[in-house]
């Protein structure tokens, strides 16, 4: 099937073997993260600074890193996921790097007090969630508990606090029986369960030093004079952003990049409540008994359907999802004021869907013109490239290789 909407392969975005962490390293790990030069360069090629941006979608906040070096004095960012609000909070919430320093002493000398009496030690409450032994030894558990009993009782500010549970979380990840390797939340083998034996502590602190160090040298200096407002719930503003620039999720969460299952361990020690229901809550977590047949998108759903009816609804889900997330999005726009979407096309049945395609659909009925949409090697995103579009065990194929940057202007 031939492109409704040209796209155009322009090599100067694929930023060969570049990562996220040559512009602005990331204080968190966090699936299919945007990675910031593309923002950076696609900026200076529309000639965008100044003015005001949107993040529907800012997971661990990449748009937010192009505002600050392009000089954007106002952005605004959403995410349903609690994990990924607090990891922006921590990158973009201005802090006095000494306050930081003086938070890290404290800390330490709670912890090593608190240690030091046993007694005090064992009335400590662990969290009591699903499967907790399942994923912690008791020995880790109780480490775990010790930091977060310190943290949230250390003599201090909430915008400090938040920053130290960045570390915190990345510690609960790596000290669990976790393959740290995946984004989906999978067991290590039996026979690793026993040499495994992690340090919490000293791990803890070596990622709370990295986060200051990142946060001092890179985030803070940019900070001033920024208003960067943060949110899982979106708030209108109607005809008031200069600019949306985010990468969508590209399909549900439950067959491309589980965004639930990779936070659920941190979200559930940080006392997140739905902790175990945030990938039915994002896009395309819910279904729906219809096909999408609205759209170019339509014809796509139609032969996964011949194969599967119960995945082409899956999928029908997301663009349910997608095309009333832009339609929202639209209305926030000012005229003139462009949306970026960065987006990959994903594979289902061995069927390639054209999202980016449907993007620049749904925006010209939603009063956008497509400018132009640029295609890109997708050789430095954290996510999983195979997957298994038969559902046979032992066939697998390449999901993604490509990357789309979709880019409208509000014409009216």
């Known amino acids: 099937m031939t492109n409704k909407y040209p796209v155009i392969r322009n090599c100067h975005y694929d930023f060969s073997g570049q990562s996220y962490a040559n512009s602005y390293p990331n204080l968190h790990k966090y699936p299919a993260t945007m990675i910031p030069q593309i923002g950076i360069e696609l900026f200076k090629e529309l000639n965008l600074s100044g003015g005001k941006l949107l993040d529907p979608y800012c997971g661990s906040g990449s748009s937010f890193t192009v505002g600050l070096d392009r000089g954007l004095e106002e952005m605004y960012g959403f995410d349903l996921n609690p994990l990924a609000i607090l990891i922006c909070k921590a990158k973009f919430t201005k802090v006095p790097i000494p306050r930081l320093y003086e938070a890290n002493q404290k800390l330490r000398k709670a912890v090593a007090n608190l240690q030091g009496n046993q007694g005090k030690v064992e009335q400590i409450k662990r969290p009591d969630f699903y499967h907790i032994d399942f994923w912690f030894s008791k020995q880790v558990t109780q480490q775990l508990a010790i930091l977060r009993h310190c943290i949230e009782r250390l003599d201090t500010s909430l915008r400090i606090k938040d920053f130290l549970r960045v570390p915190f979380s990345e510690t609960v990840r790596e000290c669990s029986y976790t393959r740290n390797n995946e984004f989906k939340l999978y067991r290590m083998a039996a026979t690793e ?69 990779f936070s659920l361990l941190s979200n559930e020690w940080l006392g997140i409540k739905e902790a175990r229901q945030i990938d039915q809550m994002l896009m395309g977590g819910q279904r729906v008994k219809t096909l999408y047949s609205h759209s170019l998108i339509q014809d796509y759903l139609l032969e996964i359907s011949k194969q599967s009816e119960q995945r082409a609804m899956e999928v029908s889900s997301f663009y349910f999802d997608l095309a009333q997330s832009i339609q ?57 490239l195979r997957n298994s579009p038969t559902n046979q065990k032992g066939e697998s194929n390449r999901t993604m290789t490509q990357e789309f940057i979709v880019v409208c202007e509000r014409s009216k």
């Open 328 to 384: 929202t999005v639209a209305q926030h726009i000012k005229i003139g004021g462009k949306a970026i979407y960065v987006v990959g096309n994903r594979r289902v049945k061995n069927i390639q869907l054209p999202t980016d395609q449907f993007i620049a659909e749904q925006f010209e009925e939603n009063e956008f013109k497509h400018l132009f949409t640029y295609e890109r090697l997708l050789g430095n995103k954290a996510m999983p």
């Open 193 to 261: 369960l026993l040499a495994f034996q992690p340090d919490v502590l000293g791990l803890f602190w070596e990622k709370l030093n990295q986060a200051v160090k990142i946060y001092e040298t890179y985030y803070y200096p940019k900070l001033e004079g920024t208003k960067i407002t943060l949110s899982r719930q979106f708030r209108p503003k109607f005809n008031y952003y200069d600019v949306v620039l985010t990468s969508p999720p590209y399909g549900d969460s439950k067959t491309t990049v589980a965004y639930g299952q």
